[in-house]
């Protein structure tokens, strides 16, 4: 059934997820491969309202497991309404963020059970998975220097510093587990080093 690929990309905030998306996907149109390129939570229109609630900073109560829960929430949605349909048509795949930010964020940030994530991963997932994971690693201080001219900080983005840091230790822990799939990229350098290393990997799906 699966006749295109599925490419998910995800770091910490700032790590230049949205720029070498941008690029990804003209690659992959310039190479004649068409793509749908989608982005967590949100990418259907009733993600897209979890989306709302979630980032909202109103929100401040929230309890973890209900953020949790909204997360696979937006990603079945989107699993079942956009993502697979795409793939079974043929198309490519390319997403901003997907499972392993639940495991990174909701397990190591708000420091829930990365097995009862899991569960809940297999419930929603069950086999399904990206062909590629590109997780673009920077040091939490270099991603918020980055962001840092942006006006308004979402619900997730008010959190402290630690918070990022432990984010960031799950997904290289992740990228350690899982290394058929999931290719750390150092994201440190400029945008064209980060998209030649990023295109190799593209070159061998
Ligand atoms: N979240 C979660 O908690 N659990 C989940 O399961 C999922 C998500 C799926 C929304 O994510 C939030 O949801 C996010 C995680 C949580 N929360 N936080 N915090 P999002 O992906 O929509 O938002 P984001 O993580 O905040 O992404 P971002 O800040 O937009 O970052 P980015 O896309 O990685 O970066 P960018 O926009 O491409 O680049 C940022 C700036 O850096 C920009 O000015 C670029 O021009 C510049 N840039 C990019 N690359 C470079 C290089 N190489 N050098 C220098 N400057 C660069």
Known sequence: MRKGKFITVDGVEGA???????????????????????REPGGTEVGEKIRSVLLDVENQEM????????MFSSRNELIQNKIIPALNEGFWVVSDRF?????AYQG?????????????????????????????DV???????????????????????AFFERVRSVFISRSE?????????????????????IRSLIDSL
């Not at 309890?63 to 909204?70: K, R, V, Y």
């Not at 587990?177 to 290393?197: C, M, N, T, Y």
Request: charge should be negative; include cysteine; proline fraction near 2%.
């Open 177 to 197: 587990a899982f290394p058929e799939r999931i290719k750390l990229i150092d994201a440190s350098g400029s945008v064209d080093d980060i998209q030649s290393k």
């Open 16 to 38: 230049g997820k949205s720029t070498q998306i941008d690029l990804i996907c003209s690659y992959l149109h310039e190479k004649g491969i068409e793509v749908v390129r989608t």
């Open 108 to 136: 190591g940030g708000r420091m829930l059970d990365l097995n009862r994530i899991s569960e809940l991963a297999d419930w929603v997932l069950g086999d399904f998975k990206p062909d590629l994971t590109l997780l673009l």
């Open 99 to 103: 499972t392993d930010a639940s495991f």
């Open 139 to 161: 040091s939490v201080e270099v991603g918020m220097q980055r962001i840092e001219a942006r006006a308004a900080k979402d619900r997730i983005e008010l959190e402290e510093r």
């Open 63 to 70: 309890h973890s497991d209900t953020e949790l829960m909204l």
